[in-house]
Nanobody, 123 residues
Framework: QVQLVESGGGLVQAGGSLRLSCAASGRTFNNYYMGWFRQAPGKEREFVAGITWSGYIRHYADSMKGRFTISKDNAKNTVNLQMNSLKPEDTAVYYC????????????????WGQGTQVTVSS
């Protein structure tokens, strides 16, 4: 059974940083693409960043480039999202997701999802 478990969310002041982690288990994720999404109240779920399981290819939503960094820890089977220079508009539930084919920014194309972790940025 595939499990994606996010951690690291919390409350931070504007300009601060948080590091989210997604622990993946339950199957071999070779050739999977791992994505981070977020969803604010009343808004659609949006793509934040993604990375191939090899770690060689990364993608970012335009509004996150330069502030967020996605990475993999192969030893721990985790996908991390380092978020710097956080803004109040970054407040959302952040989700980890996995899909068994190539990169995608479309939430509907992902096969597995974590339960989400809340990130709140105060002004």
């Amino acid at each position: 059974q595939v499990q994606l478990v996010e951690s690291g969310g919390g409350l931070v002041q504007a300009g601060g940083s948080l590091r989210l982690s997604c622990a993946a288990s339950g199957r071999t994720f070779n050739n999977y693409y791992m994505g981070w999404f977020r969803q604010a109240p009343g808004k659609e779920r949006e793509f934040v960043a993604g990375i191939t399981w090899s770690g060689y290819i990364r993608h970012y939503a335009d509004s996150m480039k330069g502030r967020f960094t996605i990475s993999k820890d192969n030893a721990k089977n985790t996908v991390n999202l380092q978020m710097n220079s956080l803004k109040p508009e970054d407040t959302a539930v952040y989700y980890c997701a996995a899909r068994s084919y190539g990169p995608s920014s479309r939430a509907a194309e992902y096969d597995y999802w974590g339960q989400g972790t809340q990130v709140t940025v105060s002004s």
